[in-house]
């Protein structure tokens, strides 16, 4: 058996396309799970505290996020009076080489 360290992200080691993407997705969708579970909010509960529709609320719980934007995952961790910070690193690839412009 061969152990194979991962990139930390999942999306990327399944080979996915947009794997950074998919990955904040994901985090902010198990961010939004993680509020609705601490305060025992049934989707319908926190439709009414929000205007979200349950529906939303259900394809959230069910990670089904193909739907949804970043923006519109602030948007409900807003509206369920949270705060969301947001940081950004960029770095060169690994192997990758840097494109240079073209000229117009």
Sequence with gaps: MELVHGSGNVFRD???PNPNLEQLRAILAAKIIGVL???HLTIRKAQELTGIAAADFSRIRQVKLERFTVDRLMNILDRLGQD??????VHARRGASPSTPKAA
């Design 14 to 16: 399944l080979g996915l």
């Design 37 to 39: 579970d601490d305060r």
């Design 84 to 89: 969301v910070e947001v940081s950004v690193e």
